[in-house]
């Protein structure tokens, strides 16, 4: 039973051990120029990412360059200082021999983010006048925060690397804002609101509208509500004056309205007719 209990706090205590191999905090507090790098991993609860992570390697800055965060918004500072843990063991010795040829691009805690842009999770790594830089891998960024010092390093788990300065990620405080939705403009080309000069708008009508039905005036055509006078009976038409139709009289609104009486062209109509009837009679005789 005793060898039992034995074993299982043996593989408890190793299960503990691998869970957390290290502690960062501890690790920085060999270097008091460290302590300010340490409050803002502690603050920004990157420490707690950085302990459960394994082969990885922090580029620690001294206080002087710290202060320079003073007035940065804490997401900023997060995800700069995400930018100076990379994720792959480097000690000064295997820098040495990975930088002799040519600069080499690693990535670093901001890239697992998601939340970088254009080459802002990874970082490059060279040789600058002789001396190991890093600089951020985005275009046209300078590599001039250079390797003071080794702090610590655990083979494989830890390596804690002093270096002269932040390094600068560029626009990285444009990948921190949240992105917002376009607001309407009021040039918005989508259903533009109706203006009172708007062509296509149907006009009002006017006074001096030409389709519009004039109004009756006192001097209108003759009223035929009232019969003419009758011309003088004995003026008689010509023999070959043409057959007239009797003029209608227009419909009249009023049903009430009494029809027109006969004009005195209808009679010498009728004289002629009887006449003509009368000539043809006597001849026939």
Known sequence: MDRKASSIIFLAFCLVASASAFDILKLLQKDSELSEFSKLLKET???DQINQR????VLAVGNGGVSALSNVSPDEVKMLLSAHVVLDY???QKLKGTVKKE???VTTMLQATGKAQHQQGFIKVGLVKGEIAFGSAVKGAKMDSKLIKSVTSQPFDISVLKVSSLIEIPDLGSASAPKKAP???????????????????APAPSEDDDTAAPAPSEDDETDFSSPPEPEDSSTEAPENAPEKSPQK???????????????AASHVEMALGAGLVMGLASLLA
Do not use: G
């Open 249 to 263: 009289a227009p419909e009249k609104e009023k049903p009430s309205a009494t029809a027109p009486a006969p004009s």
């Open 45 to 47: 609860k990157l420490a």
């Open 90 to 92: 480097f000690d000064e």
């Open 183 to 201: 607001s309407p403009s009021e040039d918005d080309d989508t259903a533009p609101a109706p203006s009172e000069d708007d062509d296509t708008a």
């Open 54 to 57: 394994k082969s990885i390697t």
């Open 103 to 105: 600069p080499t691009t």
